[in-house]
Every structure is written in structure tokens, then in C-alpha cells.
């Protein structure tokens, strides 16, 4: 009898469908750079961190007088503070408080799987604290990566492939889908220079063309904290192990 | 000026909505097995196939005394003589006539996609004759791969990976999407062994499973035949050039 535990990759949160109900845990992936960001402030930090997937009700929660970000297509919404540069949230201003943000693809895929037994949030920048967690769990884990406006981008399913390359090595594992072991495909091509593999990347160059090289270099590389956000009751919060 | 046109992959047919109205030609992939049934279809003589997307069409027909296939989950439908193995459309009884087909994935994707300028039919089978010819068209090319049940599979990704290998290095295409960059990537990994490297790809175990070896192994090899087959008037016939 095969105990393993599944690991797979869901490319975008248009698929999640197809895959909800047979995973205890939830990983949301935004590379560039959601999940970058909130890995980031917890990492600097912020207490909590609401999601929000519109515009509208984030607007809401500024009227309310929150501490409010809104990213649309790579950029600070009119009328709010900050995006979702990770470097928005090293404000020592933001230390121990509570904010609000909303993202064009992260928040969404966050709102999608929001009912899932354990939503945590993955970034290269907690890519070996989260692996350490997720291989003791000994539950089953969904890498759901946010895409790109619905499609399917490269800098998340790397990510996704990373995470799956890992827990298969742990031979605790097993990945069924064709998704998965195509992420895992990626991330073993990429894995020696994620920065010059993504250099085509749609994403990239959409952010390259805003001046976020810094953002892109940041959110590429691993290892930067311990944090792994988890979402309580609307909330995000750091995990206490 | 970029006069160069485009060459993109999409992974599954729900993802199709994003892509389409950007793209005069969409390629139809569904290498295990309905676009690979289809070519060698062509290639023994068949006249024409008329494509249903649901079963209770394949039925409709049925009682009014055409050939009717059908395949769900790799099986052939009770009722119906015939699924999606390609060596059924080598019954000389065939030749000359036209058939009805409805499969899982592949009829699925030729629906979604039935109002584009052009839909042609492709596989490994007719790789070489179709490059050539999408070569020759000057016109943007979306290959929609038809997945597995809505998600994203290895083979058909790996078909569309190299069509637009080729198509990129005649110089004239351009790839914009990380979708088509990732194809690309995947099919440079699985050319030289494409029986080896789908060996755990979740649609060949399946048939596997069903004893359909010999069905992969054929529908894996490049080149097998020059037929291009388009949809016109919603039936499939054969690309006179």
C-alpha cells in the first residue's frame, strides 16, 4: 500500500477547481510578487496581513483608516501608499501593525483556495523553511500558483517545481499530475540561474519595463527568511511552529 | 518594426478564452490520442470527420446510420464500434467515407476553438508536413493542447513545445507567452526519448493501465504521414495545398 503523500502543482487559480478537496495544504505562489512581499513583511515584522481580492474592498478598508496596498498590472493603485514591493514592507513604521492588501493575481488565488485546511504562503525567499515544514506535516500539499492575469507564468511554477523537487527527494512523496512533474521539469532547468532562465519571461519583462529590476532580484533569491505566513480566519499571520 | 508573428501554446481548453482573437490559425493538439486518430485517419483514405463534442450527438447520429466513434476516459463507448485508437481508422472498410468522432479531450478542444479563421489538426504524426506548411502561412499560430480532463498534460504540451521550436527557428515567429517558452523547454528535454521521458506522464499510465502500448508508441512517432487535416463548414477534410 502506497502511504506517500501527494505533492502537485496547480498552474493557475482557474485550475484550482479541478483540484480542490484532496489537499490538507494549500501553498499560494506569487513569485513577482505577492507572496514575496508578505513573506518579506512578516519577515520585517507586520503582525497581520488581510487579503483582499478587489480594489473595492480595499478602498473600504482605507475609508476604515487600515494601512491599505493595491497592486494592479505591476503598479500602485491611484489612491493607496503602496504595491507589492517587498520593499514597501521594510517601513520600520510598519513593525507589530496590521495591513491590507490586494494584488492582481496573488490575493486572487489566496481568495480561491481560502477554504482549504491550511492556506500558507510560498516565495523563493521562504522556499527551505517551508519545505522543512511541509515534509513533517505528513499531509497532502497543492502548490497553487497565481499565474498572470489567468495564464500560466514561469517564476510561479519554478517555484512550485522547487517545492515538489524537494519533498519527491524526501521519498515521502509522490506527484501524479503532469503539471507537477513538468514544474519539477522547469525548476531543474532553471535551478542553477533562475535570474537568465527567466529572462524571457513575460512577467519579467513587463516589470523590467517599470524599473523593478531590484523587486526581481530580491524575489529571486532563496532562503532569505524562516517566516511562513499562514492564513487564520481571514487573516494572515505568522506560523508558530 | 517586429514584423515577426506569433507562435503560442495553450495548455488546456479553458485557458483558450485568453488567448483567442489574437491567433488566425489554431493547431489542435491531442497526441493520446483523438488528433493523432484523426491524421491517420487522412492518411488511410478517410473523407471527412465530423468532430462532436458530447456523446448524445455522437448518438444522434449514430441513428441516422453514419460511423460513428466514441471514446470517454480512454475507452470505447457502449454502443459505439470504435474510440480514438488510431489503428480503427486503418479498416479498409473506411476509405472513401465520412465518420463521426467524439472523444474526451480532443473533439472538446475542436469545439472551443471552431470559430477561428483556421483550425487544423495536429500530432506527432503530421509534425514535419504541418511546420512546413504553418511556415509558409505568415499568419499568428496558437497551439491549443486539449489536456487531460481540463488540465494540463505532457504530451500535448510537448507537441506544441515543438512546433514552436520550429517555427521560432525559422526566424519569422516571435513566443511572447511563458506558456509557449515553457513548451519550448519541455519538448527540448523529451526530443531525443519521447516514450522515455512521458514514462510517468499520468494520460500514459492510464492507457497503459488499458493495454494500449502499442496505441502510444504510435502515436509518439514523429512523421508518419503528410496530412493536414482543417475544419471546414464543422467537418474535418483533408488540406489540399
Known amino acids: 500500500m502506497n502511504r506517500r503523500k501527494r505533492i ?32 518579506a513583511a ?31 498590472k505591476g503598479q500602485i493603485v491611484e489612491g493607496f501608499d503602496f504595491g507589492n514591493s517587498p520593499f514597501s514592507y521594510m517601513n520600520p513604521d510598519f513593525k507589530g501593525k496590521e495591513v491590507v492588501l490586494s494584488t492582481t493575481n496573488g490575493t486572487k488565488s489566496i481568495d480561491v483556495a481560502k477554504d482549504a485546511e491550511m492556506l500558507v504562503i510560498g516565495s523563493f525567499l521562504n522556499l527551505e523553511a517551508l519545505c522543512e515544514w511541509l515534509e513533517k506535516q505528513n499531509k497532502n500539499v497543492l502548490c497553487l500558483c497565481s499565474g498572470w492575469q489567468d495564464k500560466f507564468n514561469l517564476e510561479d511554477t519554478i517555484c512550485g517545481g522547487a517545492i515538489t523537487d524537494y519533498l519527491l527527494a524526501t521519498g515521502k512523496f509522490t506527484s501524479v499530475e503532469d503539471s507537477s512533474i513538468s514544474a519539477k521539469y522547469l525548476y531543474l532547468s532553471a535551478k542553477n540561474n533562475y535570474f537568465g532562465f527567466l529572462k524571457s519571461s513575460s512577467h519579467r519583462s513587463r516589470l523590467k519595463k517599470l524599473n523593478l529590476n531590484e523587486d526581481i532580484k530580491y524575489c529571486l533569491t532563496p532562503n532569505q527568511t524562516r517566516v511562513i505566513p499562514i492564513l487564520k480566519d481571514g487573516k494572515l499571520v505568522q506560523l508558530q511552529e
Not at 495544504?25 to 513569485?31: A, F, G, L, S
Not at 497581520?48 to 482605507?62: D, G, L, N, Q, R
Open 8 to 39: 502537485e502543482v496547480c498552474f493557475t487559480p482557474g485550475e484550482y477547481d479541478y483540484f480542490k478537496g484532496n489537499f490538507e495544504i494549500v501553498v499560494v505562489i506569487d513569485v513577482l510578487r505577492a507572496t514575496s512581499a508578505i513573506c
Open 42 to 72: 512578516f519577515d520585517n515584522g507586520i503582525k497581520s496581513i488581510i487579503p483582499v481580492p478587489t480594489v473595492e474592498e480595499a478602498m473600504e478598508y482605507k475609508a476604515k483608516g487600515f494601512l491599505v496596498g493595491a497592486e494592479r
